[in-house]
């Protein structure tokens, strides 16, 4: 054991009376820290029910925000429901314009009246005897001669 003590200079051994004094002394700051600081916690413990309300009503105009405007509020949920009804719309009208081509098809498969009225129409295609008229194009919007006209 003399040897550890001579390896060690930090170290040193406290006898029983030292080490009371230690603590009373410990105690003793303990005692005047508190007493410094009393008034302090003093004034904390009293305002405490008023932080409390602080933070609560803090905490409580932070969650509507997020709940109202956050990325999943309620505003972004009104703006999606919106763009869902009105892509369900189209994929309705886009069923719809499905099923008549198909019903289109189907006629111009083996019907032959479908098969003439399409070749009229598509090739102007006319019988033996039969005039064909056609509209002539529309003429091309006339331009502004100056840039002032434009508005």
């Known amino acids: 054991m003399q040897e550890k003590e001579k390896t060690n ?3 040193r051994p406290i006898r029983l009376p030292e ?4 603590v009373r002394r410990a105690g003793q700051y ?15 413990f009293s305002l405490r029910r008023k932080i409390g309300t602080v933070l609560a ?11 109202v ?14 763009e869902y009804k009105t892509l369900a ?28 009225r399409e070749a009229r129409e598509q090739l102007h295609y006319a019988k033996p005897g039969e005039i064909v008229y056609v ?3 529309p003429p091309p919007p006339v331009m502004p001669k100056n840039h002032s006209a434009k508005r």
Do not use: C, M, T
């Open 30 to 44: 303990v005692l005047q820290a508190a007493e410094e600081y009393q008034p302090v916690v003093h004034r904390a």
């Open 19 to 22: 080490a009371r004094e230690h």
């Open 69 to 82: 405007l956050g990325a999943n509020g309620a505003l972004a949920y009104g703006n999606k429901r919106n």
């Open 9 to 11: 200079p930090s170290y």
């Open 135 to 137: 509209a002539p194009a």
């Open 89 to 116: 719309k189209d994929v309705d009208q886009l069923q719809e314009q499905n099923e008549q081509l198909r019903k289109h098809i189907e006629a111009l498969k083996g019907d032959p009246a479908a098969i003439e």
């Open 57 to 67: 009503a803090a905490l409580a105009v932070w969650l509507f925000f997020h709940v």
